[in-house]
């Protein structure tokens, strides 16, 4: 099974830059900065596409123009225009579930409370690769949990989700060129340095 799409969630608009929400849309935008590409909107997808050709391979990266709850539009338009199954989309996507800075890569699972993956799921179907980063949920109980999600990182998770960078294109790549499996077994082993200071 091969990879064809990369697809980051998040919410358009500069007041959601730097935003939990927004990691699948960081981490995209600079993975597509080190390969010199320029986004290119596209309306008829509701999305900002990115197109890489290497070789016999085209690759897309798609960032929706719609909210983060309406996402599933404009990835169910991406995947019939260019013709790509659901099998060979990945979703780069915030997870309240893991530890801040965290990769989980997965072939199945449940929206786990995400309103963009629920949408995903409803518009898309369940086959896509989903590529969870992991944004904590430590926050104090006054504090809604869309405030939480919607909030800019702290100063040192930044640096975590920063250091981790490296690490999340890498596994971009190894899911372009060999796929999902692989891909599993050499990064969900991983745990970031956050998780490790706490040992």
């Known amino acids: 099974m091969s990879v ?6 998040g919410n358009p608009g500069k007041p959601y830059l730097k935003t ?3 990691v699948g849309f960081q981490v995209l935008d600079s993975y597509v900065e080190t390969k010199s590409g320029e986004w290119k909107e596209e309306a008829k997808l509701q999305s900002e596409v990115f197109i890489l050709k290497r070789g016999p391979r085209t690759s897309y990266f798609v960032k929706p123009t719609t909210f983060m709850n309406l996402s599933g539009n404009a990835l169910r338009k ?3 225009y260019y013709k790509i199954p659901p099998t060979s989309v990945v979703v780069l996507y915030d997870d309240i579930n893991l530890d801040v800075g965290r990769l989980k890569i997965n072939r199945t699972g449940s929206a786990g409370g995400h309103n963009g993956i629920e949408d995903v ?7 896509f690769i989903r590529f969870r980063i992991g944004i ?4 104090p109980q006054e504090i809604d949990l869309a405030d939480f999600v919607l909030g800019k990182f702290s100063k040192s998770e930044a640096d975590v989700i920063n250091q981790q960078t490296k690490d999340y294109h890498l596994a971009m790549d190894v899911l372009l060129t060999r796929g999902p499996v692989i891909a599993m077994n050499q990064f969900n082993q991983k745990i970031s340095k956050h998780d490790a200071d706490k040992k």
Request: aromatic share 8%; glycine share 14%; charged share 15%.
């Open 4 to 9: 064809s799409v990369f697809a980051g969630l």
């Open 20 to 22: 939990r929400h927004n």
């Open 78 to 80: 991406v995947a019939n």
């Open 121 to 127: 799921i409803q518009k898309l179907g369940n086959d």
């Open 136 to 139: 904590g949920n430590k926050y």
